[in-house]
């Protein structure tokens, strides 16, 4: 039962365009999203996230767009670096017992950047 | 100086065989975890500890047991291990409601 849907295994973008990456989810308890960036062999790290209350973040490059009622969240990387060419994961969050997150992942989106 | 770090890095074992993955973060966070990529690449949780108390167990086998001698340690012990179990490992921290600090993985092939 995949809570958290990533349904583009892989994305290929021009250096200096937008990057675009989708995110679908279906458990409406879920109130907090994050986007993680990956590296092969390294742990994931955090990029940026978004609160149900709000519809939009923007950190530099990188916005996040959450449509609630579409249970839909968006990534978006302008302008396109080579630098940005890893794995992304959306992740999703429910708080468990009131001590820290219980993260549900997506399977990640690859994405390449060509210069 | 690394946040979260776990060793080992690289772990080849026999099927059968009994291993450890420890895990310390340094970032005085409450909540510690253990995520398992699988082949499919899905990052599933295990196991959560907070402050030295189980709070998270996933439907995860009962060969492996999860161990937290204080906040900042989290081991993974598994035993009788089996080809399934090959996987790449991550332990993460946390502060309550806040995102994951990931250690860099450990990537377990068992033959």
């Known amino acids: 039962d995949q809570q958290v849907k990533q349904n583009s295994p892989s994305l290929s973008v021009q250096e200096g365009r937008i990057s675009i990456l989708n995110c679908d989810y279906t458990?409406?308890?879920?109130?907090?999203f994050l986007w993680y960036k990956k590296y092969p062999a390294e742990g994931p790290t955090f990029l940026i996230s978004i609160s149900s209350i709000k519809d939009k973040n923007e950190d530099g490059r990188f916005t996040v767009f959450l449509n609630k009622s579409a249970k839909h969240l968006s990534l978006h990387i302008v302008p396109s670096q080579p630098g940005d060419s890893a794995v992304y994961f959306c992740?999703?969050?429910?708080?468990?017992?009131?001590?820290?997150?219980?993260?549900?992942f997506g399977a990640g989106t690859i994405l390449r950047v060509k210069s | 100086d690394t946040a979260v770090s776990q060793t080992p890095k690289y772990l080849v074992t026999q099927m059968g065989n009994d291993k450890s993955i420890k895990c310390e973060q340094n970032?005085?966070?409450?909540?510690m975890y253990w995520y398992k990529q699988d082949s499919k690449k899905f990052l599933k949780i295990m196991f959560s500890y907070n402050n030295k108390e189980l709070i998270i167990n996933e439907t995860v086998p009962n060969r492996f047991s999860p161990k937290s001698p204080d906040k900042a340690h989290l081991n993974l012990h598994i035993n009788s291990l089996e080809l399934g179990d090959s996987a790449v490992y991550f332990c993460?921290?946390?502060?309550?409601?806040?995102?994951?600090?990931f250690g860099s993985g450990t990537r377990l092939t068992v033959v």
């Open positions: 970032l005085g966070h409450d909540t």
């Open positions: 458990n409406s308890m879920f109130d907090y």
């Open positions: 993460a921290s946390s502060q309550r409601a806040g995102g994951y600090t």
């Open positions: 992740a999703a969050s429910a708080l468990f017992y009131g001590y820290g997150n219980k993260l549900v």
